[in-house]
């Protein structure tokens, strides 16, 4: 009887490896097709902004300062003296990096004057005035992309006139400014600035019609709040 169970066993699994034999083999899935997006572009930098090159503009704002006349019977006392100014500029600039040298220089129309009080003038005919008023500085900044803060200095050149009872003196004098500003890129060739100056300029001398002794020294001393637009040539 045992022998017959055996049998029947190694049948079972004889003919059950033959039946797994003839089933046909199990596909495989496909794999499936993931798209593979391009790498991103790279968007293209930001240009700096170069201060270097050669520049025209025009400038105006106002004057505001003090004159004072000594060397008579008895000083003037200083007294205040202010006005507009506008005109043009001329400039170029070198850029080092982050440094920017530069030099400048501008001419302007002005309308600075003021008189002594009358005290010293009884009748009111003295006067200090500056019709044109011009600089040649040099400039050193330091930029940041497209604004630049810069600090100047150099020399100031001014027509002085020195009048009283309506006769006087006018002389250009020279003397020297120093100041500083911010400037603006707005656009690839235009930038628009914001400055301050001092000026003094060396004295005038006023001769007979002043008072006695016949020579007087006269100061004119200014605080000029500018602003400007210049186009620069080259990008």
Do not use: H
Not at 29 to 57: K, M, V
Not at 184 to 205: H, I, Q
Request: aromatic fraction near 12%.
């Amino acid at each position: 009887m045992k022998r017959i169970l055996i049998a029947g066993a190694f049948a079972l699994t004889a003919g059950g490896q033959a039946l797994a034999a003839d089933l046909p083999e199990r596909a495989l899935p496909e794999r499936a097709w993931i798209p593979i997006a391009p790498p991103l572009s790279t968007p293209p930098l930001p240009r700096i902004y170069n201060w270097g090159g050669f520049y025209l503009g025009i400038n105006g704002g106002y004057g505001f300062g003090s004159s004072n006349w000594t060397g008579g019977a008895a000083p003037s006392g200083s007294f205040s003296t202010d006005g507009f100014l506008v005109g043009g500029t001329v400039g170029a600039n070198y850029q080092m990096g982050a440094f920017v040298l530069g030099v400048e220089a501008d001419d302007d129309y002005s309308w600075l004057g003021g008189s002594p009080p009358t005290t010293f003038c009884p009748n009111g005919s003295c006067w200090t005035r500056s019709d044109w008023l011009g600089t040649a500085r040099g400039r050193l900044g330091y930029a940041f992309d497209r604004i630049l803060l810069y600090a100047t200095g150099g020399a100031a050149f001014g027509n002085v006139q020195a009048i009283a009872n309506g006769v006087g003196n006018s002389n250009t004098e020279v003397g020297w400014t120093v100041g500083g500003g911010i400037e603006v890129a707005f656009a690839p060739n235009w930038t628009a600035k914001v400055e301050y100056l001092y000026v003094d300029l060396a004295n005038e001398s006023c001769t007979t019609a002043c008072g006695s002794p016949p020579t007087q020294s006269v100061s004119l001393t200014e605080n000029l709040v500018r602003a400007g637009i210049n186009y620069k040539f080259g990008y």
